[in-house]
């Protein structure tokens, strides 16, 4: 904390969490001041949306996540045969868009990667150092749909019955990125693709660093649990997943161009929802914090 806190004004967006967050510009430098604030406003509501006039450009949104620890700098997964759009290693594209500025076609094999986004995930649970915050910046949304939902792993945790909590206490699961991509109706990747993304382990359940509260960690990377059959463990993680986002536990955010939204991975899920991806520009920008420093 530093000396003169401050609290930032938050509109609560939905019963259990998320939350609207005014007088924050990452147009401009940020002060420890507002960064306390705001790493507070993050433990309770673990997704905070920040409005502004005009979309936060790729250096602005880095400086920013600077701010909120270490950040990923690595290149988007390697699609086998894409080129890049952004030349920046701490922004991953999450737009529908080629590296010269074209909507991708139906078919395209990144587009079709893409629609995994549509599973109920955290991202980089398929690395050992684990994702805290993303950010994402809204530089074009479509005329419709598109939206984000999001999922209270706390909540779900804490209204998983006893049985269901000492049953999954302690348990490790293997979170692979491929799993995902298959999952979501993806082509098979290569064998260099897949060599790029090694499986990484997480329990089921951790605690907060940041709130104290106990966190359902699942994910559509989640494939596997050590230890466990494979029939055992998708019939545990489909329970589960379809525990925690049952709809008392999801929010539905509708973008408006400018917005960054920022979201803990290490207390909710997320997907995004379907809109026309052939033919409508969405232009999103994500950085992303990671629990430690990666040198490599
Ligand atoms: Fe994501």
């Known amino acids: 904390m530093t000396d003169q806190s401050i609290t930032l004004e938050a509109t609560p967006l939905h019963p259990l969490f998320a939350a609207r967050i005014q ?11 507002v ?72 078919g395209d094999r990144r587009l079709l990667f893409k629609r995994a986004n549509r599973l109920w995930h955290t991202d980089m649970s398929f690395r050992q150092v684990r ?51 298959t999952l979501g109706g993806g082509p098979d990747p290569t064998d260099e693709e897949r060599a790029g993304r090694p499986p990484a382990y997480h329990r089921l359940v951790h605690t907060h660093p940041g709130s104290g509260r106990k966190v359902l960690y699942v994910a559509s990377h989640l494939a596997r649990i050590q230890g466990w059959p494979d029939d055992e ?23 408006s161009d400018g917005d960054v939204v920022i979201w803990d991975n290490l207390a909710t899920m997320h997907r995004a929802t379907p809109f026309d991806d052939t033919r409508y520009v969405r232009d999103m920008r994500r950085a992303t914090c990671r629990e430690a420093p990666i040198h490599s």
């Not at 007088?23 to 002060?31: E, N, P, W």
């Not at 915050?133 to 945790?157: C, K, Q, V, W």
């Open 23 to 33: 007088g924050i510009d990452m147009h401009a430098a940020a002060s420890p001041a």
């Open 35 to 106: 960064i306390d604030a705001l790493v507070a406003a993050m433990d309770e509501y673990a997704v905070c949306a920040v409005p502004h006039a005009t979309p936060v450009g790729n250096e602005d949104l880095i400086a920013f996540a600077a701010h909120l620890g270490p950040m990923d700098a690595g290149r988007s997964p390697k699609i086998t045969g894409t080129g890049i759009r952004i030349p920046h290693n701490e922004i991953t594209d999450q737009s529908n868009l080629d590296q010269d500025g074209a909507i991708y076609t139906e």
């Open 131 to 181: 994702a805290t915050y993303s950010l994402l910046a809204a530089h074009e949304i479509p005329p419709r749909g598109g939206n984000t939902e999001f999922a209270d792993m706390r909540a779900a945790y804490d209204a998983l019955d006893e049985a269901m909590k000492k049953r999954i206490d302690g348990l490790v699961g293997e979170h692979c990125y491929w799993h995902s991509r």
């Open 233 to 255: 463990a998708r019939a545990l993680i489909e329970e589960l997943t379809a525990f925690a986002t049952r709809p008392e536990f999801v929010f539905s955010y509708e973008w």
